[in-house]
C-alpha cells in the first residue's frame, strides 16, 4: 500500500484546509485509513480513522472540526479542516492497516505516508 498526502500549507487561524492522501489501486477494501498528526517535538497521534465500511471516528478533543471521508472511485481518503487554530499546526500522516483494535496507535498502522505540513498563525 503506498500512501500519498497532498493539501498542507500555511493558512490563518480560523481558516478551512482539505488534506488528501492518495492510495494505490491494489489496495485492499477491507483497510482501516487512518490521520495522524505530529507537531515538533510531540509524538505522533490519532486525528480520524475511517473503516472500510464507512464507519469512522475522531480524537475526543477533535470532534466537530475535523471530517474524514473516502472516495473509493479516485482511491483518495480526505480530511477536512475546519475553524484551524495555531494548535492544529502539525505534520499530517495518512495511515492504512489491516486487522482491528488500536485504532489511534501509530505501531498498529503497516503503511504511512511522508506526510504533509500544516501550519496555522
Known amino acids: 500500500v503506498q500512501l500519498v498526502e497532498s493539501g498542507g500549507g500555511s493558512v490563518q487561524a480560523g481558516g478551512s484546509l482539505g488534506l488528501s492522501c492518495a492510495f494505490d489501486?491494489?489496495?485492499?477494501?477491507?483497510?482501516?485509513m487512518a490521520w495522524f498528526r505530529q507537531a515538533p517535538g510531540k509524538e505522533r497521534k490519532g486525528v480520524a480513522s475511517?473503516?472500510?465500511?464507512?464507519?469512522?471516528i475522531y480524537a475526543n478533543s477533535l470532534k466537530g472540526r475535523f471530517s474524514i471521508s473516502k472516495d473509493s472511485a479516485e482511491s483518495t481518503v480526505y480530511l477536512q479542516i475546519d475553524s484551524l487554530k495555531p494548535e492544529d499546526t502539525a505534520m499530517y500522516y495518512c495511515?492504512?492497516?489491516?486487522?482491528?483494535?488500536?485504532?489511534?496507535?501509530?505501531?498498529?498502522?503497516?503503511?504511512w505516508g511522508q506526510g504533509t505540513q500544516v501550519t496555522v498563525s
Open positions: 495511515a492504512a492497516k489491516a486487522g482491528v483494535g488500536g485504532l489511534f496507535t501509530p505501531s498498529t498502522y503497516h503503511h
Open positions: 475511517l473503516a472500510s465500511d464507512g464507519s469512522s
Open positions: 489501486a491494489y489496495t485492499p477494501a477491507n483497510v482501516r
